[in-house]
Every structure is written in structure tokens, then in C-alpha cells.
């Protein structure tokens, strides 16, 4: 079982951006960040494949992007224009693994 591992987290001012990568020990077909504020379910926020095609929900869809290298089998989050709603902890996924969570605060 792939194991992931993620990194870039940590607190931002509002309109500020992150990065946040994931580092696999194997390699990844399909991948996915997700977020998960406390009491609430997991959300599915963007997804990227195999061939680099992207998905992503609208909260997050003109602000954050999803990409990858392969060589170094990482997965990437790009986030901009952070808000405070974008608080909370942030999970790498791909077909069977997930990371261990990473918090990203925004904040003044």
C-alpha cells in the first residue's frame, strides 16, 4: 500500500497563498485532496488523473489548482486568494492510501 505523506500547511493571512504537496512512496494513478473541518464529513475538492485531467468543486475551482510530477511522485495544491472558510486540515488521497492530514489556518 502506497504510503502519503503531505507538507506546506500553516497560517496565512486572508488573500494569501499556500502549497501544499504530497509525497507517495509509490506511484499514484489517480489523486485527490480532500477537507475535513471538525464535525463535519470529508469533502472532495479537487481530483487529478493519470493524463493530468483536473476536477475540481466551485467553492475552490478559480482559486486553487491541483498538479503533479511524477518523477517524484507528488502531488501538489496550489492555493491562492485563501479565505478563512478555507480553515481546516487537508488530506492527500489516491486509489487506496491517505495521508495524515495537514492544517492550513487563514487568518489576520
Known amino acids: 500500500q502506497v504510503q502519503l505523506v503531505e507538507s506546506g500547511g500553516g497560517l496565512v493571512q486572508p488573500g494569501g497563498s499556500l502549497r501544499l504537496s504530497c509525497v507517495a512512496s509509490?506511484?499514484?494513478?489517480?489523486a485527490g485532496w480532500y477537507r475535513q473541518a471538525p464535525g463535519e464529513e470529508r469533502e472532495l475538492i479537487a481530483t487529478?488523473?493519470?493524463?493530468?485531467?483536473?476536477a475540481y468543486i466551485d467553492s475552490v475551482k478559480d482559486r486553487f489548482a491541483i498538479s503533479r510530477d511524477d518523477a517524484k511522485r507528488t502531488i501538489f495544491l496550489q492555493m491562492n486568494n485563501l479565505k478563512p472558510e478555507d480553515t481546516t486540515v487537508y488530506y492527500c488521497?489516491?486509489?487506496?492510501?491517505w495521508g495524515q492530514g495537514i492544517q492550513v489556518t487563514v487568518s489576520s
Open positions: 488521497k489516491d486509489d487506496n492510501s
Open positions: 487529478i488523473n493519470s493524463v493530468h485531467n483536473t
Open positions: 509509490g506511484s499514484v494513478f489517480f
